[in-house]
């Protein structure tokens, strides 16, 4: 089964699931799997990390399924040069999230690959479209990692009615079925972003006691806070701040982060070891609020299946619920 849109029909897919950029888990296992799946993997190239970068597009160049590589804009800024390694891959996309895409977009256009740019609000989305965005992912405030403090179901037809058509959108945050990609298409969606379903698949290149955790979270089990950014001495730019689960350093330093910047130089010693162990008492699990809805750690194909399998059931009983009847 395939569920057809314009965003397959612009990225050459055969189902509208993207898998979302995570920086460096994201690798080009990940990115492969979902794309063969039918999907659109999307390498996490994050702030811009030359050795990994090469490394992994080198994987990807004999890939012969259509994928994305995905920056954070303002730190690839810092890094320009990092583009052209990932042009080099021919990818079919580039996503840019979080800062000014019109910089990059001439060179990603020339290269014939499409511009994905990531919003969260109609500002920004006004800003890619004038630097020729051909896709938007409308991401709300239940996404993992960074983000803003709008919701998927908020930001989402905002964007859908603002474009008008233009371009397709896909949606992002807190999305980790089929239920989710039905609702966010009767939203005027053409498609989903997906993060934290695919942190917890057998290609991620994210620890496994990460994925353990992703699966033993709880709705509700997360939360959206510059706690860890301080903790790891990397504050981002307003209005983003990162969501992830809930843990041990987070309920010492929920309501204290007056505090915690006074001690930081003690703290992000203490976190950075901590990271270094893979102790997630006190380092960060990034994940978003789909957590409740994610319980195994399965291939990112059967993930992609499943997803699709639900959503077109839902979208048929729609359907046909809606169907005249006969007297």
Request: glycine share 12%; hydrophobic share 45%; aromatic share 4%.
């Amino acid at each position: 089964m395939s569920i057809s849109t314009p965003l397959t029909a612009l990225l050459g897919i055969t189902h509208p699931i993207l898998s979302a950029p995570m920086d460096v888990i994201a690798g080009a296992r990940l990115t492969a799997a979902v794309s063969a799946a039918g999907g659109f993997g999307i390498l996490g190239g994050g702030y811009g990390d030359q050795a990994w970068l090469e490394q992994e597009t080198a994987k990807l160049k004999s890939v012969p399924d259509p994928f994305g590589i995905g920056f954070i804009t303002w730190s690839l800024a810092k890094r320009p040069e990092l583009m052209d390694i990932a042009l080099a891959a021919r990818p079919r996309a580039i996503m840019l999230s979080f800062g000014d895409p019109k910089p990059f977009a001439t060179k990603i256009k020339a290269s014939g690959a499409l511009l994905i740019c990531q919003v969260q609000d109609e500002g920004m989305a006004l800003m890619a479209l004038d630097a020729g965005a051909d896709l938007l992912i409308a991401q709300g405030s239940e996404a993992g990692g960074h983000g803003a403090s709008r919701t998927t179901i908020d930001i989402v037809p905002a964007i859908v009615d603002l474009v008008a058509g233009r371009v397709p959108v896909a949606a992002a945050g807190g999305i980790g079925d089929g239920r989710g990609l039905a609702a966010m298409m009767m939203l005027g969606a053409s498609g989903v972003l997906l993060g934290t379903r695919f942190y917890a698949s057998q290609e991620c290149d994210g620890a496994d006691e990460a994925k353990k955790r992703i699966c033993n979270a709880t709705s509700g089990s997360s939360i959206r806070s510059i706690i860890f950014d301080i903790s790891r001495n990397n504050v981002w730019p307003a209005p983003f701040n990162g969501r992830c689960l809930i843990n041990d350093h987070a309920r010492r330093w929920i309501g204290r982060e007056v505090e915690l910047m006074q001690n930081v130089s003690a703290v992000t010693a203490e976190y950075a070891a901590a990271r270094a162990a893979g102790n997630y008492d006190v380092a960060a699990v990034i994940a978003g609020e789909a957590v409740g809805l994610i319980h195994d750690i399965p291939p990112a194909a059967v993930i992609v299946d499943r997803i699709v399998g639900e959503a077109d059931q839902l979208l048929a009983g729609r359907r046909n619920s809606s169907a005249p009847t006969r007297a």
